[in-house]
Nanobody, 115 residues
Framework: QVQLVESGGGLVQPGGSLRLSCAAS????????MGWYRQAPGKQRELVAT???????NYAALVKGRFTISRDNAKNTVYLQMNSLKPEDTAVYYC?????????WGQGTQVTVSS
């Protein structure tokens, strides 16, 4: 089993910043990619950003230029630096890990952008 533990969510004003972290543990053999998805109330879960073990990054158009994903392979940890946050970024953010064709999910962390 793979466990993903997220941290760093919270309440922030528009224009502010937050940094999310996700640490993976358990049966870690060969991680292909880690990333972040989000789900707002009444909407489907959507991709935010992913990063492969080799460092290739992919961003959703809505966050490109504002969010930065990074990864510490030695610690099996992925980070999401979120700057210039907007109210529409409000959602539950989920960490995702892809390994050997399987996807694993964290429990989610709430990010609320509001004045």
């Amino acid at each position: 089993q793979v466990q993903l533990v997220e941290s760093g969510g919270g309440l922030v004003q528009p224009g502010g910043s937050l940094r999310l972290s996700c640490a993976a543990s358990g049966s870690i053999f060969s991680i292909y990619a880690m990333g972040w998805y989000r789900q707002a109330p009444g909407k489907q879960r959507e991709l935010v950003a992913t990063i492969t073990r080799g460092g290739s990054r992919n961003y959703a158009a809505l966050v490109k230029g504002r969010f930065t994903i990074s990864r510490d392979n030695a610690k099996n940890t992925v980070y999401l630096q979120m700057n210039s946050l907007k109210p529409e970024d409000t959602a539950v953010y989920y960490c995702n890990l892809e390994q050997l064709g399987f996807h694993y999910w964290g429990q989610g962390t709430q990010v609320t952008v509001s004045s």
